[in-house]
């Protein structure tokens, strides 16, 4: 079945480390996208990507960086800059740019905490 | 620019109806409604992309005001399966390429 991945599920940061977290999708979607979910506040676009090898800041890019160097992958690195990194991390395909028609399939998430 | 999402909250007994509204102050291009139960993946219910339009599937529907920059969504006789965090997403008319979250809207059917 199509779908996208986010490995792992449960991830825990020491202060200072850079952590990075996978997104794999198979659904041969162009464009990718990755949301911060904190409590009350919904999800708010970290990065996307349209095609390989290029890539859009969000609402709230400091402290995060990503890469798209195949179609079906688009990975984000979580660095020592980003002073408040715990939350439910998303990331979602869309078919096209705009997520007509089908809209945006997300993947199970990645809860990083920060010990 | 993030859209607004009224109620917050809402409670309701099984067989309830309820109404979800969006709005922006932007001009839109779509408007995104999606589902989301706890520590689950958000799932795409519908997206509008006219004014005027009106979909729906089962007993949820919605629909979008285009001049007045809002959408709502209907459950009608609410189910147990109904409960979860409603979120609008719309896409402006000058960035369509993204799409920006509500602060959703909880709901939960009780029977």
């Known amino acids: 079945d199509g779908g996208i991945t986010q490995s792992p599920k449960y991830l825990f940061r020491k202060e200072g480390q850079n952590v990075t977290l996978s997104c794999e999708q198979n659904?041969?979607?162009?464009?990718m996208y990755w949301y911060r979910q904190d409590p009350g506040q919904g999800l708010r676009l970290i990065y996307y990507?349209?095609?390989?090898?290029?890539?859009q800041k969000g609402d709230i890019a400091e402290g995060y960086s990503v890469s798209r160097e195949k179609k079906e992958s688009f990975p984000l690195t979580v660095t020592s800059a980003q002073k408040n990194p715990t939350a439910f991390y998303l990331c979602?395909?869309?078919?096209?740019?705009?997520?007509?028609?089908?809209?945006?399939?997300f993947g199970s998430g990645t809860r990083l905490t920060v010990v | 620019q993030q859209p607004v999402q009224s109620p917050q909250a809402v409670i309701l007994r099984e067989g309830e109806d309820a109404v979800i509204n969006c709005s922006s102050s932007?001009?839109?291009?779509?408007v995104h409604w999606y589902r989301q139960k706890h520590g689950e993946a958000p799932v795409f219910l519908m997206i509008?992309?006219?004014?005027?339009e009106q979909k729906g599937h089962d007993k949820i529907s919605a629909s979008f005001n285009e001049k007045k920059q809002q959408s709502s969504l209907y459950l009608t006789a609410s189910q147990l399966s109904y409960s979860g965090t409603y979120f609008c997403?719309?896409?402006?008319?000058?960035?369509?390429?993204?799409?920006?979250f509500g602060p959703g809207t909880s709901l939960s059917v009780i029977p």
């Open positions: 979602a395909s869309s078919i096209d740019l705009r997520g007509t028609e089908y809209g945006y399939t």
């Open positions: 659904l041969n979607h162009d464009a």
């Open positions: 990507s349209q095609i390989v090898n290029d890539f």
């Open positions: 932007k001009a839109l291009y779509s």
């Open positions: 509008l992309l006219k004014g005027g």
């Open positions: 997403g719309t896409a402006q008319k000058t960035s369509y390429d993204k799409v920006i």
